[in-house]
């Protein structure tokens, strides 16, 4: 039987297995390891709060595959007013919160694959049941990654993602 599995790597040539069709970052680009003891600051894996005054949410950015079944994921951090932020907190665990309207945040994560920043796209949080992170829509613009949210990427942009993120000393960020 021939393994269909993984693909070559046109970056290092090695064999890898296939690429991961979501990412996740750890924190918003604004936090800093020292932020963790100021008492007025908190990471969570889904919640972070800088200085009392920056409200973050962690939520999925999903993009349609065009030549197979699911969609690509981003785990990317959206800002948040105050406001948002404590209701987002008040309906945490409250059966129905999907049915909450869209709240605009900024988006605050670098996805170093676009060419251009992503940090302070706007977007909208669309909440989601409990337990399912919110979905990030980004605003229709003409960034590189509002497309590919609106129209799809393909399977092979997925592996130039993939070369791009496991070796990034070989695939520097466009323009350095």
């Given at each position: 039987?021939?393994?269909?599995?993984?693909?070559?790597?046109?970056?290092?040539?090695?064999?890898?297995?296939?690429?991961?069709?979501?990412?996740?970052?750890?924190?918003?680009?604004?936090?800093?390891?020292?932020?963790?003891?100021?008492?007025?600051?908190?990471?969570?894996?889904?919640?972070?709060?800088?200085?009392?005054?920056?409200?973050?949410?962690?939520?999925?950015?999903?993009?349609?595959?065009?030549?197979?079944?699911?969609?690509?994921?981003?785990?990317?951090?959206?800002?948040?007013?105050?406001?948002?932020?404590?209701?987002?907190?008040?309906?945490?665990?409250?059966?129905?919160?999907?049915?909450?309207?869209?709240?605009?945040?900024?988006?605050?994560?670098?996805?170093?694959?676009?060419?251009?920043?992503?940090?302070?796209?706007?977007?909208?949080?669309?909440?989601?049941?409990?337990?399912?992170?919110?979905?990030?829509?980004?605003?229709?613009?003409?960034?590189?990654?509002?497309?590919?949210q609106r129209?799809?990427m393909t399977?092979?942009?997925?592996?130039?993602?993939?070369?791009?993120?496991?070796?990034?000393?070989?695939?520097?960020?466009?323009?350095?």
């Open positions: 039987m021939h393994d269909t599995l993984g693909y070559t790597c046109g970056t290092c040539g090695d064999r890898h297995d296939e690429p991961p069709l979501s990412y996740r970052t750890p924190a918003p680009v604004y936090w800093s390891d020292e932020l963790a003891a100021d008492a007025d600051s908190e990471l969570t894996p889904d919640l972070c709060v800088i200085h009392g005054e920056h409200f973050f949410i962690q939520g999925n950015l999903d993009i349609p595959l065009l030549d197979a079944e699911g969609h690509f994921s981003w785990g990317v951090w959206v800002s948040l007013s105050g406001a948002n932020f404590g209701r987002t907190v008040e309906l945490w665990e409250s059966p129905g919160r999907e049915a909450e309207p869209p709240y605009f945040g900024w988006l605050s994560t670098e996805l170093p694959v676009y060419g251009a920043t992503t940090v302070n796209l706007k977007t909208h949080v669309h909440t989601r049941p409990v337990g399912i992170r919110p979905l990030i829509e980004v605003e229709p613009t003409d960034h590189p990654l509002a497309v590919a129209t799809g399977t092979a942009d997925v592996r130039r993602i993939a070369e791009r993120l496991l070796h990034p000393e070989r695939n520097p960020e466009p323009g350095r």
